[in-house]
């Protein structure tokens, strides 16, 4: 799996949008990326994933520049409880396979 | 909805003891991961399990062991514990369906080695 470069850490106001950068320059035509956070200690929480289109749900947009090279996670009104690590991690198609955390994103939502 | 479900939540052992820890998948949920996470440090790929049958391995120490169950509920199973064992153990459960594979991750077992 491809490897992913973010940068340590980040601090974002409450009630603004919170912008987290990936790098994933060596992605494969069959990766996509994913995203989880950690609040600390407590499990791991997905958050989205996609391929090549920009994708939303509930909780967070996710853009991937058109040659898929990065990638940005957007809270669009980030709240304290936002406060976590963030991990990007890429994934192969191929189903089953494990997550391998490295790093990510250390997000400081302040008042 | 429904979660994963870890047990115990906390578990404190002396060295050299053994301990078992338990993960209940999110119901209909045929592919169980284990985790593990040492502080400070990120979670750690253990050991996989599909339909009750070793799927992939990680940095798993040969005194580790796990299985799955009919139910699909798994355990994984600990001896001659070291202080270095001290962590944070992850299970995720996820529903095999190609082409992705999303984990859903429990609140994890705090396994203190004293």
């Known amino acids: 799996d491809a490897k992913t470069t973010q940068p340590p850490s980040m601090d974002c106001a409450e009630g603004r949008a919170a912008n987290l950068p990936c790098n994933h320059s060596t992605i494969s035509g069959n990766e996509y990326v994913y995203w989880y956070r950690q609040i600390h200690s407590q499990g791991p929480q997905y958050i989205i994933h996609?391929?090549?289109n920009n994708e939303t749900n509930e909780m967070a947009s996710l853009i991937i520049t058109e040659d898929r090279k990065s990638s940005t996670l957007i809270l669009p009104h980030a709240t304290l409880r936002d406060t976590a690590v963030y991990y990007c991690i890429v994934m192969g198609d191929n189903a089953g396979n494990m997550l391998t955390f490295g790093g990510g994103t250390r997000l400081m939502v302040k008042p | 909805a429904a979660g994963v479900i870890q047990s115990p939540r906390h578990l404190i052992k002396e060295k050299r003891e053994t301990a078992t820890l338990k993960c209940y998948p999110i119901?209909?949920?045929?592919?169980v991961y284990w985790y593990q996470q040492g502080p400070g440090q990120d979670p750690q790929f253990l050991i996989s399990f599909y339909e009750k049958m070793q799927s992939d391995k990680g940095s798993i120490p040969d005194r580790f062991s796990a299985q799955q169950f009919s139910d699909y509920h798994s355990e994984l199973n600990m001896s001659s514990l070291e202080l270095g064992d001290s962590a944070l153990y992850f299970c995720?459960?996820?529903?095999?369906?190609?082409?992705?594979?999303?984990?859903?991750f429990g609140p994890g077992t705090r396994l203190t080695v004293l």
């Open positions: 996609g391929l090549k």
């Open positions: 995720a459960s996820s529903l095999r369906d190609r082409p992705t594979d999303t984990q859903y």
């Open positions: 119901p209909r949920h045929d592919t």
